[in-house]
Antibody
Framework: QAQLVESGGGVVQPGKSLRLSCAAS????????MHWVRQAPGKGLEWVAA????????YYADSVKGRFTISRDNSKNTLYLQMNSLRTEDTAVYYC??????????????WGQGVLVTVSS | DIQMTQSPSSLSASVGDRVTITCQAS??????LNWYQQKPGKAPKLLIY???NLDTGVPSRISGSGYGTDFTLTISSLQPEDIATYYC??????????FGGGTKVEIK
């Protein structure tokens, strides 16, 4: 069955960068749109970014636009989130999630286990 | 951007009770509405897509309804394993695919 495993989280100072990875298995990764969603400690879910099956279409939440970049390597079955100019309010658990089709529209299933990013001086 | 308003933000009910959670969209989203369940320390799990379609393996005591701007998640007979936070989310047209604020369900 489809499985997603995130990595790359950790503690980083404000203004610095971090890259998250999401390794996919159990499905044809190159055929599906993918998403990043985050959850600040004790808070609700916030959609962050999405990318179409071929990387040709990318979308971002206003809160991360211009600082974060979503990308994918279909040859490695891996999704990425490059996070630059990090702020304390970016502290959250970051989840990757699979869409139901080649575009980004639809539901998220499954989700990865999540990776914690802490932005602190 | 479309805003999603969930209510209540929390509820406490007894085992066997019927539980209803509502989600209202700020504009017509047709049936483009999902529900997720998140247990403490775990990733969210898809329960319902397209407003009323149960994902595989979701117990039949859980159901979804609605169209346009008003949607409902119902648990017909609350069980201890249903203790979780529930989120609605729209996917109408293009992103951002906003989530509701969540409803925390507890056992009385």
């Amino acid at each position: 069955q489809a499985q997603l495993v995130e990595s790359g989280g950790g503690v980083v100072q404000p203004g610095k960068s971090l890259r998250l990875s999401c390794a996919a298995s159990g499905f044809t990764f190159k055929s599906y749109g993918m998403h990043w969603v985050r959850q600040a400690p004790g808070k609700g879910l916030e959609w962050v970014a999405a990318i179409s099956y071929d990387g040709g279409n990318k979308y971002y939440a206003d809160s991360v636009k211009g600082r974060f970049t979503i990308s994918r390597d279909n040859s490695k079955n891996t999704l990425y989130l490059q996070m630059n100019s990090l702020r304390t309010e970016d502290t959250a658990v970051y989840y990757c999630a699979k869409g139901p089709q080649w575009l980004v529209v639809g539901w998220f299933d499954p989700w990865g286990q999540g990776v914690l990013v802490t932005v602190s001086s | 951007d479309i805003q999603m308003t969930q209510s209540p933000s929390s509820l406490s009910a007894s085992v066997g009770d019927r539980v209803t959670i509502t989600c209202q969209a700020s504009q017509d989203i047709r049936k483009s509405l999902n529900w997720y369940q998140q247990k403490p320390g775990k990733a969210p799990k898809l329960l319902i897509y397209d407003a009323s379609n149960l994902d595989t393996g979701v117990p039949s005591r859980i159901s979804g309804s609605g169209y346009g701007t008003d949607f409902t998640l119902t648990i017909s007979s609350l069980q201890p394993e249903d203790i979780a936070t529930y989120y609605c989310q729209h996917y109408d047209n293009l992103p951002p695919f906003t989530f509701g604020g969540g409803t925390k369900v507890e056992i009385k």
